[in-house]
């Protein structure tokens, strides 16, 4: 069982800036293929952002929406992975999500809130 915390979220004018974090609760954090997910209200919830570590290098993949203004990053030294939000629009209003994948096992975390003002 991996426990995912993030934190980071607020509300944000347009065109601002926030980070989001997320902190696993596992020894094996390079392994797991850690992704961030959004939920806006009546609305499906949808992959942002999604990152993996290998000796070889790190794979990234971007939403079309986000891409050239997100950023995700990982440090597996302190188990978190990182979510660089600029330029943000109202359309990122969200809950945002944080997801650690692994053999086919998916855990996720609490959720923490962006909201954009216009």
């Known amino acids: 069982q991996v426990q995912l915390v993030e934190s980071g979220g607020g509300l944000v004018q347009a065109g601002g800036s926030l980070r989001l974090s997320c902190a696993a609760s596992?020894?094996?954090?390079?392994?797991?293929?850690m992704g961030w997910f959004r939920q806006a209200p009546g609305k499906e919830r949808e992959l942002v952002a999604r990152?993996?570590?290998?000796?070889?290098?790190?794979?990234?993949y971007y939403a079309d929406s986000v891409k050239g203004r997100f950023t995700i990053s990982r440090d597996n030294s302190k188990n978190t992975v990182y979510l660089q939000m600029n330029s943000l629009k109202p359309e990122d209003t969200a809950v945002y999500y944080c997801?650690?994948?692994?053999?086919?096992?998916?855990?996720w975390g609490q959720g923490t809130q962006v909201t954009v003002s216009s």
């Open positions: 997801s650690a994948t692994m053999n086919e096992n998916d855990y």
């Open positions: 596992t020894r094996t954090f390079s392994s797991y293929v």
């Open positions: 990152i993996s570590w290998r000796w070889s290098g790190v794979n990234t």
